[in-house]
């Protein structure tokens, strides 16, 4: 069972550059989210969705897209890559429905220079 | 809005010594507790959760209990192992509103033979 998948691990951009930051989940789950964490601040919410085709902002979301065509994928696009993005990035889904844990994927470290 | 605060660390302990992580939230509605697990290079994985007001959950020696009215759910073991090293966050996640987290800060610890 691969729960959440996310690719690449680590990638190294330039100022100006955009990606795509892939995840998929195996698991059904309605919601999913991406996160960028930091040193000494834990994990901060960047965009999640409650199921396919809606989405929504997070606590830091300029700078970065997403959409949710289907329930298993939700990448997360970066515009015009700055250093201020680099970070590491988590995606994670849930069942939804309150009181339930998120299944986190591995990580993909950013680095923007 | 809601947040979590914890002992940042590092913390540094012998093998078989006690450990107490402290966490302390501050949320509007009545949120579930976790304590998620970061080992090097990996994802967060769930340690444990409490969804309401004097659960204890447990997993793995680590216990924490929801306490209300010290708005606290601080994560604790008897005896630690080395293989316990690694980075641990404290979490709320308010049903009301939706499947967001709202994580600590992270706190480092390191196990010595």
């Known amino acids: 069972n691969a729960g959440v998948t996310q690719t690449p691990k680590f990638q190294v951009l330039k100022t100006g550059q955009s990606m795509t930051l892939q995840c998929a989940q195996d698991m059904n789950h309605e919601y999913m989210s991406w996160y960028r964490q930091d040193p000494g601040m834990g994990l901060r919410l960047i965009h999640y969705?409650?199921?396919?085709?809606?989405?929504d902002q997070g606590e830091v979301p300029n700078g970065y897209n997403v959409s949710r065509s289907t329930t298993e994928d939700f990448p997360l696009r970066l515009l015009s890559a700055a250093p201020s993005q680099t970070s590491v990035y988590f995606c994670?889904?849930?069942?939804?429905?309150?009181?339930?844990?998120?299944?986190f994927g591995q990580g993909t470290r950013l680095t923007v220079v | 809005g809601d947040s979590v605060t914890q002992m940042e660390g590092p913390v540094t302990l012998s093998e078989e010594a006690f450990l107490t992580i402290n966490c302390t939230y501050t949320a509007t509605g009545y949120p579930s507790l976790f304590w998620y697990v970061q080992y090097p290079g990996e994802g967060l994985q769930l340690l444990l959760k409490a969804t309401k007001a004097d659960d204890k959950g447990s997993n793995k020696g680590f216990e924490a209990t929801y306490r209300k009215e010290t708005t606290s759910f601080h994560l604790e073991k008897g005896s630690v192992q080395v293989s316990d090293s690694a980075v641990y966050f404290c979490?709320?996640?308010?049903?009301?509103?939706?499947?967001?987290?709202?994580f600590g800060p992270g706190t480092r610890l390191s196990v010595l033979p």
């Open positions: 969705s409650v199921g396919a085709g809606i989405t």
């Open positions: 994670a889904s849930s069942p939804g429905g309150g009181y339930t844990e998120a299944f």
């Open positions: 979490a709320l996640s308010d049903p009301n509103y939706g499947q967001n987290f709202v």
